[in-house]
């Protein structure tokens, strides 16, 4: 790719070609200049991010301030340290991420008991054998047990996670061993969801803790709660109330949008909401319903992490990724955006009063000034959803210009890591085996996660799709969850094609092997928890060393912007992985003119790599995170004693040669085509 | 997977689903749900079936809910773009294709459509067919059709090659060769290597077994290679063969599939050779073939499959036969086994004989009929003995052959000659004891050149010399050739020097006689001397550990391992030569109990040996702490609590015994290294020993015993019927021609007087 990445000029308005590289958002973004209307994109040029806060610098915790801690040895009124101001600020990103993701878990274990007990209106246990699965894990006896009396035992052992004092998580047995004992010496092994939020919160409020590494700490065990507690709770039970996810063909991007039809789009995280949009938009009734409001049907489609939950199980299309909410508004064919948790922006409300468009938040601790609210409660969800539609449908008359870019790619998701196990050997030899030794081997070089959020500020998709083309050719298999994954739905790289001409010629071997694109979907923000399953599983399986950390793997999070991502970073880090984050480092200090301002940087680098295997870094160029990810891949390799990287070796296996054959023998006879299976005569 | 297989995969396997349904719809209709359904001599019901699901089928009513499952695990065909993963769904339609296609030949056997008639051919040893329910109501004749199932009998005597490695693993052929000449060389590179070959299925109508069969290449259990059928279908019979093995020596139970499967990958060291164009019928059941583990090899051009994991090495690889570098058939077909050894990671030990035959074990079973006789040596019309002896080292000159008196062309056709081979061996490690161990192992020397047959040992020895061989230029020096290297090979640890002399001049032959005589003598004193009091250790066995993980066998001078191939001689040759290997020395220490047969180091070892599963063995009973098998026994000793006694089964007897159950069945619970009071698997010759059961009273205990053991150590038995003082002991012991239930039983042995009938109660 020989465009560059861009990051806001100050005082000048970028293009929509320098803003994104995804055409469609282009299109968006041109249209928007057009019409004078303002987007994310726009206010990020507008708007320069305070310099001081951006690095970590600025404490607004109580009213002696706030404190800007600009000078060497300076300190705020308290006499707090610039690393003690950074620690908190990050502590309490943390714990607003964890407290996030483990919120949607809460929610999530409720809706459990509720179908549990019949009280949850049209839901059901979908995935009877991962319940059993999960079940069977924390001790839940399963067998001659109704699927209702272990949903009910195990949503009980959920709940009780998040308010949880003493002991450990449930889920944290699911880590390495090694890992497991780690955490418990060094005191960082989650208690309760909820007692670690509160503690961060304590332990960051004036006059508290002030000790930057044992702040940072604390970090990390509010991260924990969230990636073995809330996080892999709500991945739990989401696959068991919906199904787990299987590869299913979908499509994303704004030409999803359908001209003839009432677009209604999910835009949010839970997943609670959107299946029952997706059985009430398949009801007859809702479908008569706007046939007889002149529509062809309802089109469903998704935004954000809730795009990701119905398109990997029902490969409803997605419209876009986070920066696209708005743009999906500007097409003018978006009678309603149903809205829930996180990542909404509240820009929304007024570029959809210049449309038609509703926006309908839902969620009991959501709402948004402008809004249309209808309640969600699971006890009437079917209904609640049909009114939903109904609403979007009477909507559809109002509908002006309409301007669908035509730009869509098709996509395969729904890489659960069950699939994974099971697509690697089928139902009797399922085993993480072929991927450890594709690895050992040197086919597959390593692996990176890439996932997270795009940010205004850094070219839309670009650090996303540059790092995974890039990667891909380096025979480094990549997994993707959120927004990244739709940033490289977009660029059709889950698609199995993408494995026979985008990848090296080891990675090759293997996606031809399996019938794999070279990047798997798996899933939502929340699943990034799969991601640790799939780690633990390798280690399990034999080969990579025993823990995380010796495994020859990256995380990415190249394009990131919200506290969730901390926190995602944070427990991957604290489960051995190498952590790399795109854009500003928000405690990066600044190390010219105040020395004392990187020790936390230097901490969460270093620092972590030393006592958890993993660490944790900001950088702004992609090519640099490339490196990187490369480098540090091949010393994990040479750790393992494997053999060094060395492509050249590898793609003999594969159909072209069949492929060639056949083009060739076109005209030939039965006995030609006997004969020519024999092979070549030499010719001598 | 590539998608090109996965496609043809998948649609084959729905396909044969589909065809299995029909038929068995038909049969169903036809026959009636009743009606029994089995392969011969097995108690594994239908293998791979019972081993994949746990069902026990027996009756054609049973099958229809295996077809479903075989449906529920078939898959559509991959998208011709945007496709979604098709590994995982490929394997699991091989699977389906496999329970299809058993189902199929199950059928076929209601039918009498197995074994697959083929006339004019004749079996060189296979399945045989005593059961009346079998083949329509008849016994078939050995000849006119192929094989068909592998049955038990055979499964377990093969068993303690394929453990021991002399049996390396096998070949699952399939299809047809590019032409005659290429499938002959193709199989004999594989019996070279002692590699069991499985054929089956063809190309255009014409298969391997054809191929073979026109070029007179004698196919049966006695050379290796199993002709199953000329459909791709009979390739069951090979994966069959496969589950049973990790059941009969895994200590596996049915419906543990990934158990089986995995077993397989890890210590049964076979794969899928696939000769000309493979269908879609091919590549189903190569899918399900990969389950197993077991590696794909083509002769032709196909999608190559490299990345491992469900194979410990590449799953397919693609030979095409005109690429193969080689000047001829015979160099082509030699890289091609090569590969396929390299890819399934068999661990092959060939000596390289230099002899104008092909050479390796699965010429042993071959048999030379008068008509196709050059030369025999002993039998009715001259005499043959054979003699190894020690020597210093500085008396003997390495691979010196001396042929003293007439040679070949001195034989009219067809007519017979004097010899004596005399073999001398001299090394540092090599001791007197270790004489008859050496020369006990010319019999299976010299019968793997193809074309030679040796029969018999020591001043009985016998050996046909065919015209094929004589033909190919085997002269008598050949002989000495053969034992020199192998007894380099094999036994190269405590041989530095083998020197051979063939003698066929009368007079020189008689004189060395009366020497090798007075050994002999002195052998079987020293052998009778040799009692289990007058050593200080006995020996483990672990040889067949890597079948059968937890089970041990403790060899002394008076109980042989029950394979019945090793006894304490071999075990402490065994021990010479790889201080390191299977054998090791057992010291006995302090004696615990002399009549049940307890030491501190027997115990000690069993439970070392055992990893912890078996606390105790006593050596001289079958009451209490028996000692474990693994399945390679000769005979099965069972309690028969009605009759205070116990009878004894030979593995080669299938019919019913008192107990109620055939060998085959018999067999799963004396397995898997697993102590079970009152049943026990042992050597035959163990019958014979002073030590026997003398525990629990001896042979006098045995109230039972197969009719093939009476016949096949008739002079043994005498001795012993003398030793316990009763000349008519053998006949008062039933066999199965006069009773196979324990209601006739009783009242036969007061019949005839049995003492264990008034013996103390043996509970």
Known sequence: MAEEATTTPRNKRRTPEEASIDPAAQEMLTLADLMGLGTAFSRADDLAPCTIGAVGMCCSLCAMGPCRLTKDGGTGICGATIDTVQARNFVRSVAAGSAAHSDHGRDMAFTLKAVANGEAQGYAIRDIAKLRNVAAKYGIPIEGHAPEEIANELADLYITQFGQQRGSLVPVVRAPERRKKLWDELGVTPRGVDREVVEALHRTHMGDDQDASHLMQHAVRTALADGWGGSMIATDVSDILFGTPAPVLGEANLGVLKADMVNVVVHGHEPTLSQMMVAASQDPEIIAYAKAAGAEGIALSGICCTANEILMRQGIPAAGNFLQQELAILTGAVEAMVVDVQCIMQALVALAERFHTKIITTSPKVRIKGATHIEFDEAHALTIAKDVLKTAVDNYQNRAKIQIPDFKSSLIPGFSHEYINYMLGGSYRASFRPLNDAIISGRIRGVAAIVGCTNPRIRHDFNHTTITEELLKQDVLVVETGCSAIASAKMSFLLGEAGLDRVGPGLREVCETVGIPPVLHMGSCVDNTRILTVLTQMVEEGGLGDDIDAIPAVGLAPEWMSEKALSIATYCVASGVYVMMGGYNPVEGRGDKVPDSVLVSELIGDGWEETYGGRLEFLDDPQEMIRRTLAHIDAKRAALGLSAYDPTQFGRSGDARLDAMEEEMGEATLDERRAALYGQVPTS | MSRYIATRAIRGANALVGEAEAMLEQALSEKGPDTPVAFPNTAYHLPVIFGMTGKEIAHLGELPEILVQARSLLHPTPSREHWTPYLGETLDSGMATLLAAETIEAIRYVYGLQPESMPGFELAGGTSFTSPDMNGGGNQPPNGHLNGAIDDIQLRSWGIQLVDGRMPGFAAIVGCASSNEAAVQI?????????????????????????????????????????????????????????????????????????????????VFAFVLALGEVDDLKYSAAAGAINFGFPVIADTVIPQILPTGITTYEHVVSMPWNEIDGANDTEKAERLVQKCIEVRGVKVRVANVPVPVPYGSAFEGEVVRKADMRAEFGGRDSRCFEYLKMAKLDELTDGKIEVIGRGLSDVPDQGSMDMAILIEVAGRQMEQDFEPVLERQIHYFVNGASGIQHIGQRDITWIRLSTKAAEAGFDMEHFGKILHARFHSDFGAIVDKVQVTIITEPEEVEARLEEARAAYDFRNKRLADLTDTAVDEFYSCTLCQSFAPNHVCIVSPERLGLCGAYNWLDCKASFSINPTGPNQPIKLGRIIDPVRGYWEGTNAYARIGSHGVVEEVAMYSIMENPMTACGCFECIMMLIPEANGVMVVSREDTSMTPAGMTFSTLAGMAGGGIQTPGVMGVGKYYLISPKFISADGGFKRVVWMSSVLKDGMAEELKMVAEREGDAELIDRVADERSVTTVEELLPWLEENGHPALTMDPII
């Open chain 2, 187 to 267: 199989v004999r590179e594989l019996q070279r290597r002692n590699i069991l070959c499985f054929l089956s299925g063809n190309v255009n109508g014409h298969s391997i077994i054809d191929q073979l069969h026109e070029e007179g290449v004698e196919l049966g259990y006695d050379t290796y290679t199993v002709p199953f059928g000329t459909d791709t279908i009979s390739a069951i019979y090979a994966l069959g063969f496969a589950t049973r093995s990790a059941l009969t020596f895994g200590g596996l139970k049915g419906g543990q599939p990934r158990e089986i499967l995995n077993y397989n990958k890890d210590r």
